[in-house]
């Protein structure tokens, strides 16, 4: 074994060979892979090998796209075959919401290109003769499909083997039976990894351990939010019906899914697989993998899947003529929310993961390549947002893991409503006054494990969701706070807010090269900036305050705290000269908004709030009531005259008490997260994450006035220069849609031209309640982005006309900011 490598991937599972493999083929050859046991021992080798195209994000449907692609070349490549059954993969409906989910996914399947078909029952039968297609009595009727031509089954040891063909071939090296067992920095910031077999110095690390990622994250000090589940498989023998089939000629049948029954099944020599997702199914080795479990399996548990396989004896009848081979009940890594791991860990340099795979076959080759990529090149050639393993905080302690994953795992199949919200594990983070909210009626959703007021309930409505594709029973309700905002006034609270303080002689200096912006050089000012890739897509987007000389204060997405933490440690200057400080959870906000804003706060404060000694875009420290210390920001996300005002956690129950108090005569109440989506929407504000991603940089996301090229270097400056004189591809546009009935557009549908030609994709939507318009922001190519211009969107299969709109239709002036 090498004692140097410049890269080494620990774990020996199809995860880290592609890792390996897509190293080596990027020119890293200097590799090394580490495996305690043999490869593919792990998950690998039990893996029904199923490949799903059908995924309803966006960055992890364009991974499984690269690997269904990538499979289907290796044999040709590397030599080995992988027993890739190119047999379609068809996944039925049974009710109108599932047909609404399968066309909500086409628009996400239409903007990155995976070829698909929504079929009718008829065609369903055509296409599995075997199959049942139901009488709405004792078994519920087919009411359509989602085929996928291209996908199907494939070997996972033997795509493992070609996988590591294609490694070594480049130069790479694996060592089997060889574990980690300990790690530490060398003075120069190297890793140096013990192992069973001697020891090995490496630049970089990346983590690859499926069922191990915890306990690999602990030799690493870090909390790695993947807990496995248990995941069976039914093995069946032969069918007499099925090969009679096969025999007459019949074709290899599609991968069937019935999503709402929850299983899978699959041709397995003339006999069958039946995966059920049921519940009940434990997460297992919490505090990690025991000694005794090594390329086992646990044991299986047939009660917990009866129901399934009832239901699926309906389905497709003749199963019920075959033996039950074996049962396989093998770990499953899984996460909070069901993505993989991908990306840089954090608080350390150098170190990567690509841990937490449920789709792991699936999803191996797109990891493997992007993972390679955001190594070699510094970062990754797509938005992988999604997947970013600084996505979770840590609010991702052991409990709260083991309770999403196996909320997540029986969830597998439910319908995936955009509005949807999940009840396990809450309320885990909370704002201080979320009993007060709770006693005003707020529906609650979780983001980055904070509990958050969606909407607020009137007197009489009964305070939960109806989750749907369309227009739902709080749509009206959350028209009439959005309202209030644009004619009253409104709090919301945005305590989750991503909060920091940046101090020292080197603040200003350090963070004008991190941003494209120039931060605020006068004591007071606020800039909305921008930190860039260096490819020139955005990062994160700060609203930075100048509170004093050499102090800034930082806000940025709630949902973005560690990785927008982890950046700016990681980018801090070494020489001491400035102090970072995350005060997320020190400082609560309140948003105070509307036109008589300013006559509530003026009861509050001795500063007085006029345009000439506040005005918009200033800050000021303050104190507002009793409470002292508080940051009173004249900015705001709902486009209304407004302050924000971030103060001390401590006075939060004072402070939302004081408001009300002063507000009750202007008609003050609560607006949740959907009125803020409204209010947004009609002012064009872009969202970080949705509407602003590394794909896209700020030319693209028409924020050219808050680029500076001329203020000196930052990072992007170059991509953007070089985008400039190549010509921006895409626009940012704010459009309405035409005769909406009750389907708003909500965020990754297809646009197209006149003559159905696609143009962009939507990367939000809903309904303007001031405007009251249906309104959707997306991106275009420049031709088709001129105030005026018509052009059409695709809404759960419908085809509806829409417009260009200026940019900021509410109120275009600004006149209600500057009142
Ligand atoms: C029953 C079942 C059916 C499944 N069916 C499918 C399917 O149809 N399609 C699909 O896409 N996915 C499926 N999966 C999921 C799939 O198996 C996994 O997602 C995938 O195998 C994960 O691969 P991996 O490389 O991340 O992890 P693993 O295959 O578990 O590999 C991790 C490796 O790391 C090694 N390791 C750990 N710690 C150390 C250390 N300290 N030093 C050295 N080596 C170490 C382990 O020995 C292991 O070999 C299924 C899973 C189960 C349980």
Redesign the pocket.
């Known amino acids: 074994m090498k004692t140097h490598a410049r890269v080494v991937v620990?774990?020996?599972?199809?995860?880290?060979v592609s890792t390996l493999y897509h190293l080596a083929l990027k020119g890293w050859t200097d590799a090394v892979l580490?495996?305690?046991?043999e490869?593919?021992?792990?998950?690998?080798w039990?893996?029904?090998?199923?490949?799903p195209l059908f995924n309803m994000s966006y960055t992890v449907g364009q991974l499984h796209k690269y690997s269904v692609d990538l499979y289907k070349r290796l044999p040709a490549e590397t030599g080995q075959d992988v027993s890739f059954h190119v047999t379609g993969n068809l996944r039925l409906a049974t009710c109108s919401e599932r047909m609404d989910e399968y066309q909500k996914y086409c628009g996400t399947a239409n903007t990155i290109g995976v070829p698909f078909q929504v079929i009718g029952p008829k065609q369903v039968r055509d296409l599995w003769p075997l199959i049942e297609l139901g009488d709405g009595a004792a078994t519920s009727k087919i009411v359509g499909a989602l085929y996928h031509p291209d996908d199907g089954?494939i070997a996972?040891a033997d795509l493992t083997m070609a996988l590591r063909k294609g490694a070594r071939a480049r130069g790479a090296e694996i060592n089997e039976q060889?574990?980690?067992?300990a790690v530490k920095r060398t003075p120069s910031g190297e890793w140096h990894l013990t192992?069973s077999k001697g020891n090995i110095v490496a630049e970089h690390v990346v983590c690859?351990?499926?069922?191990?990622a915890r306990?690999?994250g602990r030799m690493f000090g870090l909390n790695v939010p993947s807990i496995p589940v248990e995941?069976?498989?039914i093995v069946y023998d032969e069918s007499p019906e099925l090969k009679a089939y096969r025999q007459a000629g019949g074709r290899e049948l599609a991968v069937l899914r019935e999503s709402d029954q929850s299983y899978y099944l699959r041709e397995e020599r003339m006999g069958w697989i039946l995966?059920p997702y049921e519940s009940g199914a434990p997460a297992r080795f919490a505090d990690g993998v025991p000694d005794w479990f090594g390329k086992s399996l646990l044991e299986g548990d047939l009660d917990r899947l009866l129901q399934h396989v009832e239901a699926a004896q309906r389905r497709v009848p003749s199963l019920a003529n075959c033996g039950i081979k074996d049962i396989?009940?093998?770990?499953?890594?899984y996460t909070p929310d069901g993505s993989p791991l991908i990306g840089p860990a954090w608080g350390a340099r150098n170190l990567w993961l690509?841990?937490g795979?449920?789709?792991?076959?699936?999803?191996?080759g797109g990891s493997g390549w992007q993972l390679a990529e955001w190594i070699v090149e510094g970062e990754p050639g797509i938005d992988m947002l999604g997947v970013d393993p600084r996505r979770y905080g840590p609010y991702t302690g052991k409990r709260y893991v083991v309770q999403k994953n196996e909320e997540t795992y029986r969830n597998v199949f439910v319908i995936h409503f955009p509005d949807e919200e999940r009840a396990d594990a809450r309320p885990a983070k909370t704002s201080p006054v979320y009993d007060k909210l709770a006693r005003m009626g707020a529906v609650f959703g979780q983001r980055y494990g904070w509990e958050r007021a969606n909407w607020f309930a009137p007197a009489g409505v009964p305070a939960k969701d109806k989750w749907s594709f369309r227009r739902s029973n709080y749509f009206e309700h959350v028209g009439n706070e959005a309202l209030r905002l644009r004619q009253h006034v409104g709090v919301i609270d945005l305590t989750p807010f991503t909060k920091h303080e940046v101090t020292g002689p080197g603040a200003e200096s350090w963070l004008d090269g991190l941003v494209a912006n120039k931060v605020p050089t006068k004591i007071g000012r606020i800039a909305l900036c921008h930190a860039l890739t260096r490819r020139g897509g955005i990062r994160s987007e700060f609203t930075i305050t100048k509170i004093a000389e050499q102090h800034f204060y930082l806000v940025s997405a709630g949902a973005a705290e560690r990785y927008d933490s982890d950046y700016l440690q990681q980018t801090l200057p070494r020489d001491g000269s400035v102090t970072l400080q995350n005060v997320t959870m020190s400082r609560g906000v309140f948003v105070l908004a509307g036109p008589r804003s300013r006559d509530v706060l003026a009861k509050l404060v001795d500063t007085p709030l006029d345009n000439a000694a506040f005005p918009w875009l200033t800050g000021q420290l303050a104190e507002v009531g009793l409470a002292t210390e508080v940051y009173l920001l004249r900015v705001n996300f709902v486009g209304a005259l407004g302050w924000e005002l971030h103060f001390p956690i401590e006075y939060a129950h004072h402070l939302f008490d004081a408001l009300f108090t002063a507000g009750k005569e202007f008609n003050i109440g609560m607006a949740g997260m959907r009125a803020m989506e409204s209010l947004r929407l009609e002012k064009s504000y872009r969202m970080w994450g949705s509407d602003l991603t590394p794909d896209y940089t700020p030319y693209e996301a028409g924020l050219d006035r808050f680029v500076r090229l001329n203020k000196g270097a930052f990072i992007g400056k170059e991509a953007l220069e070089k985008q400039l004189a190549a010509g921006v591809p895409n626009r940012f546009v704010t459009f309405e849609v035409h005769r909406v009935k009750d389907a708003d557009a909500l965020g990754n549908e297809p646009l197209f031209d006149l003559k159905g030609n696609i143009i962009g994709r939507a990367t939000a939507g809903y309904y303007g309640h001031a405007l009251r318009k249906s309104l959707g922001l997306g991106y275009i190519k420049p031709e088709f982005a001129a105030v005026g211009s018509d052009i059409e969107i695709e809404i759960l299969g419908e085809r509806k006309r829409a417009t260009v709109l200026v940019d900021s239709p509410y109120d275009p002036e600004n006149k209600d900011l500057r009142a």
């Open positions: 620990i774990g020996g599972g199809v995860v880290g580490l495996e305690r046991s490869l593919t021992a792990g998950s690998t039990h893996a029904a090998g199923l490949l089954h996972p060889t574990e980690v067992t192992t690859a351990t499926g069922n191990y306990q690999t995941h069976q498989y995966g396989v009940n093998g770990p499953i890594a690509n841990e795979h449920s789709f792991g076959i699936t999803a191996a």
